[in-house]
């Protein structure tokens, strides 16, 4: 083996692997079934998508389901299926950023030529349901300023263009893609889009592109999503309680 890697687990146990291994790696080697329950990893206590190559020696967890940030990485992978699913019903609509925080919500903002309506989110809605039910593995790779500048002109979407002016020079730029949908996007996602096990549109509402009034108005679209079912009703019924007790306030 050249250039081993010596990873250190949780329990403290160490493994070799060879130079070039990713988080997903280390999830294969301990065993299959967390190697399919895998939905990010911690590379010395930072969470990183598991298709991450290892720097070096370093301590790696996985994350799976059960860890809070697992649900984190569920709902960010539920964003982006969000916005393929926007992208399939409405083909001219610009992708404008998503959500820095998915403790409890994804959204995307979006550049179209009118306001979304009540059906429309149920359409979106839905589409989101079956491209889930496709099961695209979602792919990370890094590119260069001019490829990432060269596919966004290509697809015409200005207001990403403008967000990859935003990324300092010498900075790490990824793309993320699972099917047709491609974006500039740190990750970490769920290995494939199966692993999103329900989710929820909530509401829309406008807004500005990058806050400002001056600049285009979008239309930000919210939503949820759990690893089950279950979950997922969880969430929507304490939220209904909180909005029950601040009425009777």
């Not at 206590?45 to 649900?71: K, M, N, Q, S």
């Not at 149920?122 to 099961?135: K, L, N, P, S």
């Not at 002016?165 to 491609?182: K, N, R, T, W, Y």
């Amino acid at each position: 083996m050249s250039n081993p890697l010596s990873v250190t687990l949780p329990d403290g146990n160490r493994l070799e692997l060879e130079s070039g291994s990713t988080v997903l790696t280390v999830a294969e080697r301990i065993g299959p079934g967390l190697a399919k329950a895998a939905l990010a990893g911690r590379i010395d206590g930072e969470l990183v998508d598991l298709r991450t190559p290892l720097p070096g020696d370093a301590a790696v967890e996985i994350v799976t389901a059960r860890d809070p940030e697992g649900g984190e990485v569920i709902r960010h992978s539920a964003e982006h299926v969000m916005a393929d699913a926007v992208k399939r019903l409405f083909p001219d609509a610009q992708v404008d950023a998503g959500r820095a925080d998915h403790g409890e919500k994804f959204q995307y903002d979006f550049l179209v030529e009118r306001p979304f309506t009540p059906e429309d989110l149920e359409r979106i809605g839905e589409e989101m349901q079956r491209i889930i039910g496709e099961d695209a593995g979602f792919e990370r790779r890094v590119v260069s300023r001019e490829e990432a500048h060269a596919l966004f002109a290509e697809k015409g979407e200005e207001l990403k263009l403008s967000r990859l002016g935003d990324i300092p020079d010498g900075e790490e730029i990824s793309l993320f893609q699972h099917g047709a949908f491609v974006d500039l996007c740190r990750g970490p996602h769920v290995q494939h889009a199966g692993q999103i096990g329900a989710s929820r549109l909530l509401e829309v509402s406008g807004t500005y592109f990058r806050g400002d009034e001056a600049g285009p108005k979008l239309q930000r679209i919210y939503g949820t999503a759990y690893a089950s079912k279950k979950e997922l009703n969880s969430y929507l019924a304490r939220v209904e309680e909180a909005r029950k007790r601040d009425h009777r306030r």
